[in-house]
């Protein structure tokens, strides 16, 4: 097992600081979402994996069951990469089809929490003796082209992640993906399926109040990494979706007018009683238009799996 860090402490102060710079002081406010993802965070998104509101998890899972074996026929991938692999739960199924198949010789699984990876990574290397695993710490959003080139590849970007990015994001990562790619590499995306709104809200507004303490968890990784001093019980959880774009924003709205110093960035922001910020955004899709975009970043669609109900689909592509 090997692991490489593309995160060190340093780089994850300074883009944290930056994102802060910039998100914070936009009106409105927003910050990206890979901040949730610290081991507290990836723990609290375990959980949320778990809830009985949150269904796209255990969609997935099913779809993973059910075609893993083709997947794996299809793909003859010799390189899982995994991009935010989290705890590698739901891997093994493709672990086990790609093994079963013959061709699997090594796992790259790439997060942004070096925690969780490093347990994840330990956990498969014990339970494949055989597999070469190359544990990377990484923002798939900006060292996509840092990741190791080893073998045919199946890229998997699962559990609706890609979701977290607008449309023009979507492009751009995906695009950049492509270019890292080989003839006959594969692309496996899970993704989040339009429908009902009460589902879909209630998803990100769980009654046990797990997402709400997940949506918080930004503040303490800020108070942790840059000496800010935000009290998180100051910040109300907020998840609505928004019909004309299809998705589901999550933000933390002020309960008071409520000033916060950054101590290591000189920095001080002030935040209104009632002012939102933006820390998530998760895209639902049509079928018709992923396939659409996936085909315009130079991919070709190679099946398209979901439930009978329409609530989640395994897309899997080829260059
Ligand atoms: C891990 C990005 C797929 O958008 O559903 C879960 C994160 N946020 N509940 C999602 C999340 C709130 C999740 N993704």
Redesign the pocket.
Known sequence: MYTVDHMGPRYLRQALAEDVRTGLTSVPKWLP?KW?YDAAGSEL?SR??RLPE?Y?SRRELALLREHAREIAALTEAENLVEL?S?TSEKTTLLLDALTSEGTLKTYTPVDVDGTTLEAAAQRVAAAYPGLAIWAVRADFERHLSLLPRIGRRLVAF???????MDEEGRASFLTELRATLSPGDCLLL?A?LVKDTGRLVA??DDAEGV?AA??RNVLSVMNRELGADFVPEAFEHV?LYDARLNR?E?RLRAVRHTRVRFRELDLVVTFKAGEETRT????KFYRYRLEREVERAGYTPVRWYSDPAQDFALFLAQV
């Open positions: 979402p949730f998104f949320i994996t949150y796209p935010g989290g699962l559990g609706g992640t890609l979701g977290n899970g989040d998803a990100y997402t997940f949506n998840a589901i999550m998530e955004i998760s895209s």
